[in-house]
Structure formats: C-alpha cells, structure tokens
C-alpha cells in the first residue's frame, strides 16, 4: 500500500508562485495514477490536476488551466504541482490521491491520500 506525503505549503501573495510536492512510498509510483486536490474552508474537496503513470498526459480543472502544472519524476517517487499567478481563491489544503486503477484522468476517485499540506495566499 502506497504511502503519500505532501509538503511545500505556506503563505504566498497573490500573484505569486509556489510549488508542492507529493512523494510516495510503500508501492511502484510508476504503478499509480496521481492527482491533485484541494479543500477549502466550509468547501468539498475539489479536483485540480491528474496526471498519467507514464507522466506523459495531464488533464486540469477549468479553475486552474494555464496557471497550475503537474509534473512526477518517477526516479523519486514523486509528484509536483507548480503553481504560478496565485488568488486568494486559491486558498485550501492541497491533498495528493492515487490509484492502481486505470481510469480516464478526469476521473475524480482515488483510493489513497496524504495528509495535506496548506497553502495559503494573501490578497
């Protein structure tokens, strides 16, 4: 069973970047379907990016197209989210999800996930 750790939240102004990152271990993180969610205060869990085993497909929310990149670097069992022209909307704990399932990318159900880890972003 994979583990999934996130990390590289905090406070950034608006406008800003930041990048996160999502490192597994316990599995083959080649093996895995990944993506990226978020939650806001008093808000569901929302999707934002998924990417392919291979790396080589991503597929992104209407919210955060143009302005979010995802990445995974199989040799370090990890996944990045690169997120650039930050808005206060932006704000919620971003939690990292897999699957072994192959499932089309904007398929929204994953079978494991971290913790979270915060980002915040000022107005």
């Known amino acids: 069973q994979v583990q999934l750790v996130e990390s590289g939240g905090g406070l950034v102004q608006a406008g800003g970047s930041l990048r996160i990152s999502c490192a597994a271990s316990?599995?083959?993180?080649?093996?895995?379907?990944m993506g990226w969610f978020r939650q806001a205060p008093g808000k569901e869990r929302e999707f934002v990016a998924a990417?392919?085993?291979?790396?080589?497909?991503?597929y992104y929310a209407d919210s955060v197209k143009g302005r979010f990149t995802i990445s995974s670097e199989n040799a370090k069992s990890t996944m990045y989210l690169e997120m650039n022209s930050l808005k206060p909307e932006d704000t919620a704990v971003y939690y990292c999800?897999?699957?072994?399932?192959?499932?089309?990318?904007?398929?929204?159900?994953?079978?494991?996930w971290g913790q979270g880890t915060q980002v915040t972003v000022s107005s």
């Open positions: 999800g897999a699957r072994l399932s192959s499932y089309a990318l904007n398929n929204k159900k994953y079978d494991y």
């Open positions: 316990g599995g083959t993180f080649s093996s895995y379907q």
């Open positions: 990417i392919s085993r291979s790396g080589s497909t991503t």
